[in-house]
């Protein structure tokens, strides 16, 4: 891995990828970047083997000019959890296909796709995910994921597409995404506006950034990955009530006396969504969100830390530790 092709390079994780890899000299690292790009997570990156490529994922010329000279590509752009249908197909699955197609043509020797425990769907009851477990996607942005996977193995059978799949669950850390990312969490909770939802006993795998970030550039310098799929998390899995009350404790603040069932809230989801189709608007929350915060997501780490070797450096209570830290200084 010398020359890199990172796509979503100015999001939550990719800056953080990038930051990884700069300051391995030996690394070129190319930035796919769209003209409205906000680059404001790598606006103060002083390494000299960064450089952006600014395109259009929607143009095909743009896609495979930002592939020559690339050994590497990490495909990390994605529309997230609150999108339309039709901006998950354009974008998630079908700039996917595309981007792969050239890398296929190109002979790139490895792409790492970032992919989501959310394919999996959750369950009711207490389940730990296996890579074993067939997927059953529940929303949008999970069945997108979803299709590239399959897109991707298709790949695989028929020309041996060096891809290595990873999925993960909710990710954690500095330099989150208030709008839509883990952190908005912890942010309702020090504010006092969080609602707890059913009685808070679902299991959850959640990662934190750095050790993503570390399965990400293992499973790309490892020959061993290709064309296969790995969960990774933290080790611990802990259930929502768990974390709640971690989170509470490092913030300072008390946990709700008031804990809301899931079939009111569920009604009440229903009902904004239905009057969001009437209305076309967006929710001011995730797809799905009920579901999402109160299924069981917890995932087995067992596979990729016996074939690759790769453990989580960081635990769940010191991941949430440090991104408090930030938080309360960055608030």
């Not at 000299?48 to 000279?69: A, R």
């Not at 369950?123 to 979803?146: C, G, M, R, V, W």
Request: with cysteine; proline share 3%; charged share 25%.
């Amino acid at each position: 891995m010398k020359n890199i092709l990172i796509t979503g390079g100015t999001g939550f994780v990719g800056s953080h990828l990038v930051r990884a890899l700069a300051k391995k000299k030996h690394y070129k690292i190319r930035l796919f970047i769209r003209e409205q790009s906000n680059l404001e997570r790598i606006k103060n990156l002083k390494f000299k083997n960064v450089s952006l490529f600014k395109g259009d994922f929607y143009n095909p010329s743009d896609l495979k000019k930002s592939l020559e000279g690339i050994d590497t590509l990490f495909h990390l752009a994605s529309i997230l959890g609150r999108g339309r249908k039709d901006d998950y197909q354009k974008f998630n699955i079908e700039v996917s296909k595309k981007i792969f197609n050239f890398a296929l043509e190109k002979k790139i020797k490895k792409v790492v796709y970032l992919s989501s425990l959310a394919v999996m769907g959750g369950t009711e009851k207490p389940h730990i995910y296996t890579e074993e477990d067939l997927p059953n996607p529940q929303t949008f942005y999970a069945k997108s994921k979803y299709e590239v996977e399959k897109y991707a193995f298709s790949l695989i059978d028929k020309f041996g597409f060096n891809i290595t799949i990873i999925r993960a669950p909710a990710v954690y850390g500095h330099n989150d995404n208030f709008d839509r990312g883990f952190i908005r969490i912890i942010d309702m909770i020090a504010k006092q506006k969080f609602m707890p939802i059913g009685k808070l006993k679902n299991l959850m795998s959640l990662i934190y950034i750095d050790n993503l970030i570390d399965a990400l550039i293992l499973v790309a310098n490892t020959r061993k990955s290709n064309g296969k799929v790995y969960f990774v998390a933290d080790k611990e899995i802990l259930s929502t009530g768990e974390i709640y009350e971690i989170i509470c404790n490092l913030l300072g603040v008390p946990k709700s006396k008031i804990f809301f069932p899931k079939w009111l809230i569920s009604k009440v989801e229903s009902l904004i969504e239905f009057f969001a189709k009437i209305f076309n608007f967006l929710p001011n929350y995730p797809e799905n969100y009920v579901n999402d915060i109160t299924a069981n997501y917890a995932c087995s780490i067992k596979k990729i830390q016996k074939e690759l070797k790769w453990q989580p450096k960081i635990s769940t209570y010191d991941g949430l530790r440090k991104t408090i830290k930030w938080y309360k200084n960055f608030c």
